[in-house]
């Protein structure tokens, strides 16, 4: 059982930063696909950032794409969003989650329980 724990969250003003951390359990995530997904208030969980753990490989939403950057640390099994240039519209739960080769049928086998992120105008 991979278990996945956000920190970072908070409120920040137009233009500013936050970073987000996903500490991640298990002795090795290779062949692992982390990612982070967001779902603001009345609106459906959408992807936001997501990494292959073995060679880094990433891809964004195009909401995201040039502000903000997800990495990994393989040392100590976290991966990060670096928001940059924050909106008020990136208003929402961010949640982390990890794709699993070893389960077959479904994708993000694994999630974290969320941390808020607000952005004022």
């Known amino acids: 059982q991979v278990q996945l724990v956000e920190s970072g969250g908070g409120m920040v003003q137009t233009g500013g930063s936050l970073r987000l951390s996903c500490a991640a359990s298990?002795?090795?995530?290779?062949?692992?696909?982390m990612a982070w997904f967001r779902r603001a208030p009345g609106k459906d969980r959408e992807f936001a950032a997501g990494i292959n753990w073995s060679d880094g490989r990433t891809n964004y939403a195009d909401s995201v794409k040039g502000r903000f950057t997800i990495s990994r640390d393989n040392a100590k099994n976290t991966v990060y969003l670096q928001m940059n240039s924050l909106k008020p519209e990136d208003t929402a739960v961010y949640y982390c989650a990890a794709d699993s080769p070893l389960i077959i049928g479904r994708e993000y086998d694994f999630w974290g329980q969320g941390t808020q992120v607000t952005v004022s105008s």
């Open positions: 298990g002795r090795t995530f290779n062949g692992y696909r």
